[in-house]
């Protein structure tokens, strides 16, 4: 009994809150299936949290690594021989995956920030069918305005609750989005650390200028005059 008077109540609701409603379940489902892919997608908790010493051994025993960190291991050193080539493979990743989730964030910051504008959208139409109930008077004049009311201010509520949570869901993809990138910055330096002492072009020569000052010749050889 209880079940069917909440649904009642729902259903009484959606109904008070005019077509604005509508826009706002879509842009609800639209939001939140954004957010639950962001998130499963940068669930990187047990790969970011990893030390300096467990990545070390996976570079030195690829097969002990977990299955994504060893496919990165595998990607970027494999048939590497020098510091670019590893280097070039580790930009190429970053630039691939974290601008995909550069791109899904950003897209959710912008619905996020549709839900309380549609929510206005609701307010406003609301209030301007109030105010024409209020000009054209009569007896039905009251169940009118309440209708306005009640419009107005059910769009805005739902428009808020669609918004505080997804803002809550886009920080959380946010700060993933950067402990991800923290850690493959770090795997990165690990790597070209370790693999430095076996391939070409880990060490860089610093050429110095050769001096052009006179050299004064050693006693008993002939000096040389330059015309």
Same mark, same amino acid.
């Given at each position: 009994?209880?079940?069917?008077?909440?649904?009642?109540?729902?259903?009484?609701?959606?109904?008070?809150?005019?077509?604005?409603?509508?826009?706002?379940?879509?842009?609800?489902?639209?939001?939140?299936?954004?957010?639950?892919?962001?998130?499963?997608?940068?669930?990187?908790?047990?790969?970011?949290?990893? %030390?300096?010493?467990?990545?070390?051994?996976?570079?030195?025993?690829?097969? &002990?690594?977990?299955?994504?960190?060893?496919?990165?291991?595998?990607?970027?050193?494999?048939?590497?021989? %020098?510091?670019?080539?590893?280097?070039?493979?580790?930009? &190429?990743?970053?630039?691939?995956?974290?601008?995909?989730?550069?791109?899904?964030?950003?897209?959710?910051?912008?619905?996020?920030?549709?839900?309380?504008?549609?929510?206005?959208?609701?307010?406003?139409?609301?209030?301007?069918?109030?105010?024409?109930?209020?000009?054209?008077?009569?007896?039905?004049?009251?169940?009118?305005?309440?209708?306005?009311?009640?419009?107005?201010?059910?769009?805005?509520?739902?428009?808020?609750?669609?918004?505080?949570?997804?803002?809550?869901?886009?920080?959380?993809?946010?700060?993933?989005?950067? &402990?991800?990138?923290?850690?493959?910055?770090?795997?990165? %330096?690990?790597?070209?650390?370790?693999?430095?002492?076996?391939?070409?072009?880990?060490?860089?020569?610093?050429?110095?200028?050769?001096?052009?000052?006179?050299?004064?010749?050693?006693?008993?050889?002939?000096?040389?005059?330059?015309?």
């Amino acid at each position: 009994m209880k079940l069917s008077t909440a649904w009642q109540q729902m259903l009484h609701t959606w109904e008070s809150g005019g077509w604005v409603m509508i826009a706002l379940v879509v842009l609800g489902v639209v939001l939140y299936s954004t957010a639950a892919y962001l998130l499963i997608t940068l669930h990187h908790r047990g790969i970011t949290k990893a %030390s300096d010493a467990d990545l070390k051994r996976w570079l030195d025993h690829p097969q &002990e690594a977990p299955p994504k960190i060893r496919e990165l291991i595998r990607y970027t050193t494999e048939d590497a021989d %020098s510091i670019a080539g590893i280097a070039g493979r580790f930009k &190429e990743l970053e630039a691939t995956q974290v601008t995909d989730f550069d791109r899904g964030i950003a897209f959710l910051n912008v619905l996020v920030i549709s839900a309380p504008l549609f929510g206005l959208l609701g307010t406003v139409l609301g209030m301007l069918l109030t105010f024409k109930a209020i000009g054209v008077g009569g007896g039905s004049a009251s169940d009118v305005i309440a209708k306005g009311i009640s419009e107005a201010l059910v769009a805005t509520q739902t428009g808020m609750m669609v918004a505080i949570p997804g803002l809550m869901f886009a920080t959380t993809a946010k700060r993933w989005r950067n &402990e991800f990138v923290a850690f493959f910055a770090r795997l990165e %330096s690990i790597a070209l650390r370790h693999y430095r002492p076996a391939l070409h072009g880990m060490t860089r020569i610093i050429k110095r200028p050769a001096d052009k000052r006179p050299v004064a010749p050693a006693p008993g050889q002939p000096q040389t005059v330059l015309s």
